[in-house]
T-cell receptor, first 110, second 115 residues
Framework: SQQGEEDPQALSIQEGENATMNCSYKTSINNLQWYRQNSGRGLVHLIL?????REKHSGRLRVTLDTSKKSSSLLITASRAADTASYFCATTDSSYKLIFGSGTRLLVRP | GAVVSQHPSWVICKSGTSVKIECRSLDFQATTMFWYRQFPKQSLMLMAT?????????EQGVEKDKFLINHASLTLSTLTVTSAHPEDSSFYIC???????????FGQGTRLTVV
């Protein structure tokens, strides 16, 4: 990827379990965003966290940001089969460019 | 809310022909738009920054003569894949930011298949 890596590359869990994905990036950022992509389709914006924020919640999603470690995590609680998708973190700086991480493919087994 | 519309959603073309993809911001003016390419099971790679009224800025390794970008108005950017080859088959998607600390708005994407 152009910005950083995500791990794991792939994650398979049982419905009801929690899923945690991690993202690392390389440069200073203005904000970090998480997106979901269903197979072969467009992107769905999940959550945005600004560089001066440390944690943010949205429904079953919890995002943390550690700018000192240049890392972020996305936690999906009580996963559902419909959460099966690829998840990407993306960072922006003052140029508005959105640079994506390598992505995590999540499979939630019913 | 703000919407970005991309057209076509899919296209099949013969090797050697050119294909134009349009990206429109529907209810806001976008002086800057971005074009991305995504190969199967890979992430989105930024190809270029489209600037209204000026030349596009291309990322390293992206051929500007092959991927022509035109941003003639505040609501429309086009990407033309010239002399397409099978290796250009990919998912192309555009985005338009509105504010620095709000989500970026993405088009629906275009799946290009070159045969």
């Amino acid at each position: 990827s152009q910005q950083g890596e995500e791990d794991p590359q792939a994650l398979s869990i049982q419905e009801g379990e929690n899923a945690t994905m991690n993202c690392s990036y390389k440069t200073s950022i203005n904000n970090l965003q998480w997106y979901r992509q269903n197979s072969g389709r467009g992107l769905v914006h999940l959550i945005l966290i600004r560089s001066n924020e440390r944690e943010k919640h949205s429904g079953r999603l919890r995002v943390t940001l550690d700018t000192s470690k240049k890392s972020s995590s996305l936690l999906i609680t009580a996963s559902r089969a419909a959460d099966t998708a690829s998840y990407f973190c993306a960072t922006t700086d003052s140029s508005y460019k959105l640079i994506f991480g390598s992505g995590t493919r999540l499979l939630v087994r019913p | 809310g703000a919407v970005v519309s991309q057209h076509p959603s899919w296209v099949i073309c013969k090797s050697g022909t050119s294909v134009k993809i349009e990206c429109r911001s529907l209810d806001f003016q976008a002086t800057t738009m971005f074009w991305y390419r995504q190969f199967p099971k890979q992430s989105l790679m930024l190809m270029a920054t489209s600037n209204e009224g000026s030349k596009a800025t291309y990322e390293q390794g992206v051929e500007k003569d092959k991927f022509l970008i035109n941003h003639a108005s505040l609501t429309l950017s086009t990407l033309t894949v010239t002399s397409a080859h099978p290796e250009d088959s990919s998912f192309y998607i555009c985005s338009a930011p509105r504010d620095l600390n709000t989500e970026a708005f993405f088009g629906q994407g275009t799946r290009l298949t070159v045969v």
